[in-house]
């Protein structure tokens, strides 16, 4: 507590912020991969604590935008059939699909609940009605996956039939990989604390092989500003290493029970994020050990593929092309109370933290 008290230190901040306006740093443009680190710049005003030349950028770092639009149509056509009950955390609830949102399939009389955290869907199952199935929307990087499998592991210890997930999680290196794949140029990451809590800052060793120096940062001001100077002293000493900056948190091999939950009950897969398309190996799918608590499987509903809403350049943001300002709905058909796309209705989201936070000047 003593440490965190002292991250949050104003004059601390101010400091950092000086020392990193006046610091000699080549021009460079860095992108943070985490939903939270999104906000926490975007409320704290960092980027205008940034020296002449270096930009900071969001990339796919929040859970609930990367999720395909294909993926919420799957979920709500389970909740279609007789009997079935729809949980999932609430930020998804108002993310569109191709012709509604779950709030909207609610209001219209699905089965569709809040839970805050897989656990409660397993309660739901074990109160539903013996004809009652419960499927849990299973997204969000390596650090919900652990919890979802437990979930999977308590439902077959109380030997519950009628509970099954829709899983959709993602798995963050191989999608930061793709991007230096592809038309963006980004010379380091600032890689995301929770989900490294359980990979750990080794598993960034690939991007940094690819010549793209790494990070791992904690969530307060201080903690980011400490990420952005350890990025460009490497980029300065042309070096190429996976840093950890949030060391009291994270360990260069993770967190091996969380690791071992994962490969128990999932299998890496092949999968579609938005905004960026397919990418291999990135996504996570119920092993066949535990087919019988794979939705997809279950229930066989299959669903076309999905388009992004007219005029909606949410997939752009979450590949660092543009900002949120450049999408021509921002602030204007598209609000937080009114949302268009997927970024901006979740409290991760890129739009949704420059709007919240665009009158400090902090977008």
Same mark, same amino acid.
């Given at each position: 507590?003593?440490?965190l008290r002292e991250?949050?230190?104003?004059?601390?901040?101010?400091?950092l912020?000086?020392?990193?306006?006046?610091m000699k740093a080549?021009?460079?443009?860095?992108?943070e991969?985490?939903?939270?680190?999104?906000v926490a710049?975007?409320?704290?005003?960092?980027?205008?604590a940034?020296?002449?030349?270096?930009?900071?950028?969001?990339?796919?770092?929040?859970?609930?935008?990367?999720?395909?639009? +294909?993926?919420?149509?799957?979920?709500?056509?389970?909740? #279609?059939?007789?009997?079935?009950?729809?949980?999932?955390?609430?930020?998804?609830?108002?993310?569109?699909?191709?012709?509604r949102?779950?709030?909207?399939?609610?209001a219209e009389?699905? #089965?569709?609940?809040?839970v805050?955290?897989?656990?409660?869907?397993v309660?739901?199952?074990?109160?539903?009605?013996d004809d009652?199935?419960?499927?849990?929307f299973?997204?969000g990087?390596?650090?919900?996956a652990?919890a979802?499998?437990?979930a999977?592991l308590?439902?077959?210890?109380?030997?519950l039939?009628?509970?099954?997930?829709?899983?959709?999680?993602?798995?963050i290196?191989?999608?930061?990989?793709?991007?230096?794949?592809?038309?963006?140029?980004v010379?380091?990451?600032?890689?995301p604390?929770?989900v490294s809590a359980?990979?750990?800052? +080794?598993?960034?060793?690939?991007v940094?092989?690819?010549?793209r120096?790494?990070?791992?940062?904690?969530?307060?001001?201080a903690?980011?500003?400490?990420a952005?100077?350890?990025?460009? $002293?490497?980029?300065?000493?042309?070096?190429c290493?996976v840093?950890? +900056?949030?060391a009291?948190?994270v360990?260069?091999?993770?967190?091996?029970?969380?690791?071992?939950?994962?490969?128990?009950?999932?299998?890496?897969?092949?999968? $579609?994020w938005?905004?960026?398309?397919?990418?291999?190996?990135?996504g996570l799918r119920?092993?066949?050990e535990?087919?019988e608590?794979?939705?997809?499987?279950r229930?066989?509903?299959?669903?076309?593929?999905?388009k992004e809403p007219?005029?909606?350049?949410?997939?752009?943001v979450l $590949?660092?092309?543009?900002?949120?300002?450049?999408?021509p709905?921002?602030?204007?058909p598209?609000?937080?109370?009114a949302?268009?796309?997927?970024?901006?209705v979740?409290? +991760?989201?890129?739009?949704q933290?420059?709007?919240?936070y665009?009158?400090r000047?902090?977008?």
């Amino acid at each position: 507590m003593e440490a965190l008290r002292e991250l949050r230190d104003p004059e601390l901040v101010r400091r950092l912020a000086a020392a990193l306006r006046t610091m000699k740093a080549p021009s460079a443009t860095l992108m943070e991969v985490c939903g939270t680190h999104t906000v926490a710049i975007a409320r704290y005003g960092l980027r205008e604590a940034l020296p002449a030349g270096v930009r900071l950028i969001s990339g796919p770092g929040c859970p609930v935008c990367v999720t395909p639009q +294909e993926d919420i149509d799957r979920f709500l056509a389970l909740g #279609d059939l007789h009997g079935v009950t729809l949980t999932t955390f609430g930020d998804m609830v108002r993310v569109p699909g191709s012709t509604r949102t779950m709030e909207r399939a609610r209001a219209e009389g699905a #089965d569709v609940r809040v839970v805050y955290s897989p656990m409660d869907a397993v309660a739901a199952a074990g109160r539903a009605p013996d004809d009652g199935e419960v499927v849990f929307f299973g997204i969000g990087f390596e650090t919900t996956a652990p919890a979802v499998a437990l979930a999977i592991l308590e439902a077959r210890r109380l030997g519950l039939r009628n509970f099954s997930v829709l899983c959709a999680h993602k798995l963050i290196p191989p999608a930061m990989l793709a991007l230096l794949d592809s038309e963006l140029r980004v010379d380091g990451f600032i890689c995301p604390g929770h989900v490294s809590a359980i990979i750990g800052s +080794e598993a960034y060793r690939p991007v940094a092989q690819r010549g793209r120096p790494c990070v791992v940062s904690g969530f307060e001001p201080a903690d980011i500003l400490r990420a952005v100077q350890l990025l460009l $002293r490497q980029l300065a000493e042309g070096r190429c290493e996976v840093e950890s +900056e949030y060391a009291r948190a994270v360990r260069p091999r993770g967190n091996p029970r969380a690791q071992e939950l994962l490969a128990r009950v999932f299998t890496v897969t092949d999968t $579609r994020w938005r905004g960026l398309g397919e990418i291999p190996q990135s996504g996570l799918r119920l092993s066949d050990e535990f087919v019988e608590f794979d939705a997809t499987r279950r229930f066989g509903v299959d669903v076309p593929p999905a388009k992004e809403p007219a005029g909606c350049r949410c997939g752009d943001v979450l $590949r660092g092309l543009i900002d949120p300002l450049e999408c021509p709905l921002f602030a204007g058909p598209c609000t937080p109370s009114a949302p268009v796309g997927a970024c901006m209705v979740s409290s +991760e989201g890129a739009c949704q933290a420059h709007y919240r936070y665009r009158a400090r000047g902090a977008g």
